[in-house]
């Protein structure tokens, strides 16, 4: 299978290029994520799930993840997530972190044996909140204050935010030359970059590619992610065109109404009729150029708030 067919972020790739901590690229590169999101210098570490393969791979929810254990004991997942960040998304990721650090308790123990768990999550998106490539989450309060003994800290990796990050800059540091090439491949002509990561990355997909069991494993779960993306689309179109059939004069502002309603109603089973009802036409089309960029409810609301 030619090599450019597996794009940088498939997760199954990922996943291959930091698992085999004997391999020095795969520990340089595990190392150099760890290091770079959570300033955590590790001496020592392990990955507790080295299997490549799980029984279920063509299985489109799983999780194919990179567990790691430090030499003092703290638990490190990260993953990469190629779909959008969706309000169910950053549930389950949620959940997950909260079960690292639950798994941990073990009946009759004390608590202030817990260990700090951490999450990094490789997300094909950007945050619109924040507008940063590296973006940490903890436990605080209203003024900001990290709450004393956090348990829990994810880390989230805007890879879209890389492109609007090469704007600014003429150079790239390792973590943002990997991020650069997670999310466009080996396409560093306009600016530069680490060059060690650069072929490090190069030649473990090189050899990655070569393995045809494992690339045509890789290429399905591309597919499903296509598929998966593909149907969200056909959601929105599907909406458009049960809007057009409804007998009312394509272009008026109910057929809009209707069509959006209709296209929400279908994706996230909420009524918004009400909300969009006293828009003006101009309002409206806005709405509809940019409705299926949307994840979330919270998101649609928060837009027809704006308009």
Known sequence: MKDHVINYSNDVFFKYLLRDVSDDDSLFLLRMFIERTLGIVCKDISVLNPELIPDKINDKNLIIDILVKTDDDRLIDIE?????F??????RLQLYGA???SSQAKKGELYHHLNPVYQIIFLND???STHQLIDVYTSKNQTGIEERYNLITRVYVNMSYINHLIKERKELNDIETATYIFKNGIRCDKISVDEKVMMIMKKKHDKFSE???LSWIAFERQCGEWQHEGEKREA???GLIQGHTLGIEEGTVKTLIETLSLYVQTRFNVDIQKDIQLLSSEKLEKLKENIYTFNTIEEIKKFIGNL
């Open 236 to 238: 929105f179109e599907d």
């Open 126 to 128: 950007t945050n619109k």
């Open 211 to 213: 393995d045809e069991a």
């Open 99 to 101: 079960r690292m650090l």
């Open 80 to 84: 990469m997530q190629t779909s959008s």
């Open 86 to 91: 969706s309000h169910i998304l950053s549930n």
